[in-house]
């Protein structure tokens, strides 16, 4: 019996000396942290020499990236994998591993090519596309039919059926993400894009720019309105994607702009709403200037540039391991997010469970990036802070977009 003790003893000191902890970072917005820690239990399996911890971040962008200044300016070695919006490998490629010469390690030649630029920083890859985000207009399919109007094409019609239907049904309009934090910054984006107006073009801020101030202010100007003739509730001002998705998943919403996760949720069999949404393009802003608009995002997985040698070999495997075929055929049917992998995306589970990919490719491969910057967050700030006043009646839409130029031109140039 002793022997067997120190027998087990020895065997448990010679396996931890190469087992290895490794920690991320997690999203846990609808069921992705859920999904996640599946994953990352099968790895486990897979793998029994690396633990891995997983670390929820909160819901907000902008707040993750503060937490993410805080944790790499530290320089502490955890957490090892790090996920990243979209927005972030300019400014965090210093404290992140190079990737570049991992390049066929993770298959990136058979990732949707745009996700995989977009981790690329002065040639180098810093971190991997593990999905990407296209906003989308969801849709009460029931309620369009019951009144006879089709899909909306325009913001104009939007805006008169969301009234109508809002007010026979007793319910809200048009949901979207309006508080002051970086899903704000996406949304405007959207609207400016769909309205003809730019805010930055080529590094460049031309918010001001007789080719585009007009439409810029016609863009803010209708955010604004669907707020005032009560199309959107007040409370859209504190949104974000999951207060939005709430109250459309009640039932309480004929319209909602979100991101692609959303679906799952909606047609969750206990959701209230289950079969009666539909999705398409956002609207498009009036003539002249008007066109389809959504903005890009999705996340990244970097690694910690303080890892150890070794935590930074654990963290390549489990990245691997995330962007593999199945991997994100999985995260697809069960979060909703949608996949960077060409075959993924198009795998016959993934399109059961996301019918609409089928349709909206389009949408998803010209979504529109927001300005590629080293200083985006100072940027995105901005941007908030200037439409936000807006839509709390603290400014006009054109004095807060002169401010707007003003202090972006002040960072940038
Ligand atoms: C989604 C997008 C991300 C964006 C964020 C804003 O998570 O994938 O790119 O920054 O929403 O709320």
Redesign the pocket.
């Given at each position: 019996m002793k022997k067997v003790v120190v027998l087990f003893a020895i065997l448990t000191m010679v396996l931890s000396a190469f087992s290895i902890t490794i920690t991320m970072t997690a999203?846990a917005?609808g069921r992705e942290l859920e999904v996640l820690n599946e994953q990352v239990e099968m790895f486990m399996k897979e793998n029994p020499d690396i633990t891995v911890n997983v670390l929820p971040m909160p819901n907000?962008?902008t707040d993750r990236h503060d937490l993410y200044v805080t944790y790499l300016a530290s320089g502490t070695p955890d957490p090892d994998v790090l996920m990243l919006?979209?927005?972030w490998p300019a400014e965090f490629s210093p404290f992140l591993v190079d990737l570049t010469d991992d390049y066929d390690y993770f298959g990136l030649d058979g990732f949707f090519p745009g996700t995989v630029a977009s981790n690329t920083v002065d040639g180098s890859l810093v971190a991997v596309p593990w999905f990407t985000?296209a906003g989308i207009l969801y849709y009460r399919k029931d309620l369009l039919e019951k009144y006879g109007y089709d899909v909306p094409e325009t913001w104009d019609e939007l805006y008169t059926i969301a009234k109508d239907i809002s007010q026979k049904e007793g319910i809200e309009g048009f949901v979207w993400?309006g508080a002051r934090?970086?899903?704000l910054t996406?949304d405007v984006m959207e609207f400016v894009h769909s309205f003809g107006g730019e805010i930055m073009k080529d590094g460049e801020v031309v918010v001001d720019d007789p080719e585009y101030y007009d439409n810029n202010v016609a863009a803010i100007t209708f955010m604004d309105k669907l707020i005032e003739d009560g199309v959107s509730p007040r409370g859209v001002t504190t949104y974000?994607?999951e207060e939005a998705r709430r109250i459309f998943q009640n039932g309480d919403a004929v319209f909602m702009r979100n991101?692609p996760y959303a679906w799952s949720l909606v047609n969750a069999p206990e959701s209230p709403v289950a079969g009666k949404v539909g999705i398409t393009v956002l609207p498009k802003g009036p003539e002249p200037d008007g066109r389809n608009s959504a903005t890009l995002?999705?996340?990244n997985l970097g690694i910690n540039a303080n890892s150890s040698a070794a935590e930074v070999e654990a963290s390549k495997k489990l990245i691997k391991f995330l962007l593999s075929k199945e991997q994100q055929v999985y995260k697809a049917v069960y979060s909703g997010q949608t996949p960077t992998m060409i075959e993924a995306y198009n795998d016959p589970r993934t399109i059961e469970a996301n019918p609409f990919y089928a349709d909206l490719l389009d949408v998803f491969l010209n979504a529109e990036p927001r300005p590629i910057s080293p200083i985006y967050a100072e940027i995105s700030y901005e941007i908030q802070v200037a439409v936000h006043e807006v839509l709390t009646q603290q400014a006009e839409p054109e004095d807060a977009l002169n401010n707007l130029a003003e202090n972006l031109k002040s960072i940038v140039e």
């Amino acid at each position: 019996m002793k022997k067997v003790v120190v027998l087990f003893a020895i065997l448990t000191m010679v396996l931890s000396a190469f087992s290895i902890t490794i920690t991320m970072t997690a999203g846990a917005v609808g069921r992705e942290l859920e999904v996640l820690n599946e994953q990352v239990e099968m790895f486990m399996k897979e793998n029994p020499d690396i633990t891995v911890n997983v670390l929820p971040m909160p819901n907000s962008s902008t707040d993750r990236h503060d937490l993410y200044v805080t944790y790499l300016a530290s320089g502490t070695p955890d957490p090892d994998v790090l996920m990243l919006d979209v927005i972030w490998p300019a400014e965090f490629s210093p404290f992140l591993v190079d990737l570049t010469d991992d390049y066929d390690y993770f298959g990136l030649d058979g990732f949707f090519p745009g996700t995989v630029a977009s981790n690329t920083v002065d040639g180098s890859l810093v971190a991997v596309p593990w999905f990407t985000d296209a906003g989308i207009l969801y849709y009460r399919k029931d309620l369009l039919e019951k009144y006879g109007y089709d899909v909306p094409e325009t913001w104009d019609e939007l805006y008169t059926i969301a009234k109508d239907i809002s007010q026979k049904e007793g319910i809200e309009g048009f949901v979207w993400q309006g508080a002051r934090y970086e899903g704000l910054t996406c949304d405007v984006m959207e609207f400016v894009h769909s309205f003809g107006g730019e805010i930055m073009k080529d590094g460049e801020v031309v918010v001001d720019d007789p080719e585009y101030y007009d439409n810029n202010v016609a863009a803010i100007t209708f955010m604004d309105k669907l707020i005032e003739d009560g199309v959107s509730p007040r409370g859209v001002t504190t949104y974000m994607e999951e207060e939005a998705r709430r109250i459309f998943q009640n039932g309480d919403a004929v319209f909602m702009r979100n991101w692609p996760y959303a679906w799952s949720l909606v047609n969750a069999p206990e959701s209230p709403v289950a079969g009666k949404v539909g999705i398409t393009v956002l609207p498009k802003g009036p003539e002249p200037d008007g066109r389809n608009s959504a903005t890009l995002g999705g996340w990244n997985l970097g690694i910690n540039a303080n890892s150890s040698a070794a935590e930074v070999e654990a963290s390549k495997k489990l990245i691997k391991f995330l962007l593999s075929k199945e991997q994100q055929v999985y995260k697809a049917v069960y979060s909703g997010q949608t996949p960077t992998m060409i075959e993924a995306y198009n795998d016959p589970r993934t399109i059961e469970a996301n019918p609409f990919y089928a349709d909206l490719l389009d949408v998803f491969l010209n979504a529109e990036p927001r300005p590629i910057s080293p200083i985006y967050a100072e940027i995105s700030y901005e941007i908030q802070v200037a439409v936000h006043e807006v839509l709390t009646q603290q400014a006009e839409p054109e004095d807060a977009l002169n401010n707007l130029a003003e202090n972006l031109k002040s960072i940038v140039e």
